[in-house]
């Protein structure tokens, strides 16, 4: 068990090292580009750097290949409250935007940004975190405190990009960020199919 916790620490370090370097990269490179070329750049290095960095660490480290131990099964009530979880955020966001700023809907998301956000990175995202680091951290720990150490590592994976791009840190984001994020754990140990938390992310 130390063993494992070991490993998937050393993993949380190389990747958190690897996204500060690929935000100086955005910062000062990526900006410079097209709208379209930015949006493609951003999902392939975001590829590289998640997906592909996983399949190589868990291939040659742990000798399994991740992406046979994720499931995709059907599992239509883990999909249920995927779903509910979804439509309950929206309902709440839409009340925010009505008593903040006195209309329902204010989702300022291009075409370009909709296909990054909805469609890209619930996939990328959730590989990594539910699929590889809570699979990973729960062998040594108990579900509820990988979870929670999930979701913290999830919200600090947004924090170069809030510092670096000079926006600073949005606590409220990052709270409602810990806290979806901890539900998303629990529908996927519950319902185990990858499918439900990739909805509910995307929804």
């Not at 370090?13 to 690929?22: D, K, V, Y």
């Not at 909709?114 to 720990?141: D, G, H």
Request: with cysteine; charged share 15%.
């Amino acid at each position: 068990m130390k063993d494992n916790l070991k490993k998937i620490l050393c993993f949380i370090l190389i990747f958190f090292l690897l996204w500060i370097a690929r935000q100086y990269f955005y910062f000062y490179v990526e900006l410079s580009l097209s709208d379209n070329l930015r949006t493609v750049s951003s999902i392939v290095i975001k590829v590289i750097f998640w997906v592909l960095l996983t399949f190589i660490y868990s291939k040659f480290v742990y000798k399994e290949n991740i992406f046979k131990k994720i499931k995709f099964k059907n599992n239509k009530k883990g999909i249920f409250y995927a779903l509910i979880f979804g439509l309950v955020l929206l309902i709440i966001n839409l009340a925010y935007n009505y008593l903040s700023k006195g209309t329902l809907f204010d989702f300022n998301v291009s075409v370009r940004g909709f296909i990054s956000a909805v469609v890209f990175a619930p996939i990328i995202e959730e590989i990594i975190f539910r699929a590889f680091i809570l699979n990973k951290l729960e062998i040594s720990l108990p579900f509820f405190w990988a979870n929670l150490l999930t979701s913290i590592l999830f919200v600090l994976i947004h924090f170069p990009g809030w510092l670096i791009w000079g926006e600073g840190i949005s606590w409220e984001t990052a709270v409602s960020i810990l806290f979806v994020s901890f539900i998303w754990g629990y529908i996927y140990k519950k319902s185990g199919s990858f499918l439900s938390p990739i909805l509910g992310h995307a929804f």
